[in-house]
């Protein structure tokens, strides 16, 4: 690959009538253009997008702050907490995640610019224009992960580059990562791809830094393992054991995973791989030769390290997109750096144009009327989700005797809690995530009461008539759309718990044999009496 560093204005083997200066203002001019605009479609789309059932499940963790959650750590349920007490609109609690991935932007070209402040435009514009962070307007988990990883690996890099203030940097560092976890366990990457360069990334190894990261990080760590403690260790069993209970050796797994990484990342991606085998030593070995040049090395381990164990992880179970968001801020930064800076110009008008074919897209599938996927087997449940307030319009009547109202699945229940801004109960097996409702509901207040349990699968009706002393099945039709509802006067607890408590009890909440007086059962097998005997 030919190096055309000194000359900028090189592309295509013709000169542009643009001079180095003006090309590097013109794109300091273009990155604050990218920033707005980028950040007015997030907005947009944060708008007009109906809340869906994660997002809302979520919501639920906000109005139940506590120190854990099934799925993942406190801190999505304390951010949310917050943000609730000023609104509870869609675009309010999405702003977060808008401004998260936009300050990523910003970061990573403030890390870049006492190096390179061209280079730092061009990166910046990169991610901006990536589906990473067009696409990340959502109420995730992810987004205060990215928040505190980012602050992380900044805090990381500003500790190396002054030995006057090292070790409060360092220990500021750990701080973040241990809210990082708090947010989710992908924070552990980030704290590998710290704990590499700290080993491995210098001409020795600087372990009393990597105490500091440690010590630092400890506070989040042991927030989360005293909620496991008292929680018989479910978030951690979900995680490490249940979800996983499929996972497999499948090759074409890392395949699919090479693929959604490239279009996660964008155009230069496929430059930066657009080389022969051959040549890939050759321009790793420059690549290292010009992070260490930037001061950049921790950087981009802090990217390409947890993305070479995701890849690891990705032959054995899928990946999903979303996991990688914050790592790409980080792997743009390392790949800019790395590439003749001509190579790099060159991908600024293919990102512009993927990123405006990903946008209008977008603004099809926003402006398509939800009836052209009646074709889809979750129909029904789409319904419910973007049309909420015609469903509980047609609800509400039914409910004139008293009945609760309450619904078979986490997504339809936290939709319909968002909208009603009342708890709304699950009932039924549920599925393997999504169960925070076994914390929320105590199943024995119902006894003898009288429920209402909506759903938008026509045979999950067959068990229900037995959960209660009478009943009888309604249908209501919303946009063509069929929602199933039963109504069941007189809620038979003793027959609920045997049927349905028990069989997620020895699904969901099974104490291993290596936790066997280490940890109390989970809270859940405790109300109700469900312990082994």
Partial sequence: ????????????GTLMKLSPRTDAEGAKRLFWFVLIATGVFKLATATVLPLTGDEAYFVTWGRNPALGHYD???????????MLQFGDAEVWLRLPAVAASLLAGVIVRRV??????????????????????LLSSLITTDTPLLFFSLLAVVAAHRADRGPGSAAVWWLLSGLCLGAAFLSKYFAVLTGLGLGTWLLFGGQRPRFGALLLLLFGSAPGVAVNAAWNHANGWANVLFNVGTRNSDAGFNPVGLILYVLFLGIVIGPIAFAAVGMRPSQWREQISAAVRRWKEAGLVGVALAGFVPLLVLGAVSIFRNVGIHWLLSFVPWVIAALA??????????????????????????AVLLAMPVELLRWHRSYAAMVIGAKTPEVTARLEPMREDGFTLAADSYGIASVLSYHTRRHIPVFGMGSYHG???????????????????????????????????????REIEVRGATIFVCRGRGFRYDVYRENILRPVAERFYPTPDWLVGLAEPSPFVRRYGLQEN
């Fill in 337 to 362: 750096v790395a590439m003749p800076r001509d190579t790099l110009q060159r991908m600024i008008r293919p990102a512009l144009f993927y990123a405006g074919a990903l946008i209008l897209l977008a």
């Fill in 1 to 12: 690959m030919r190096a055309c560093r000194n000359d900028p204005s090189h592309t295509n």
């Fill in 435 to 473: 169960r925070q409702d076994d914390w929320l509901t105590d199943f024995r207040e119902f006894d003898g009461k009288d429920v209402m349990v909506i759903t938008s699968r026509k045979h999950r009706l067959e068990r229900m008539p037995a959960w209660f002393t009478e009943s009888e099945i």
């Fill in 72 to 82: 993942h750590g406190a801190m999505t349920g304390w951010w949310l907490a917050a």
């Fill in 112 to 133: 870049m610019w006492p190096f390179d402040p061209h280079l730092a435009n061009l990166a910046a514009i990169l991610w901006l224009l990536s589906p990473a962070n």
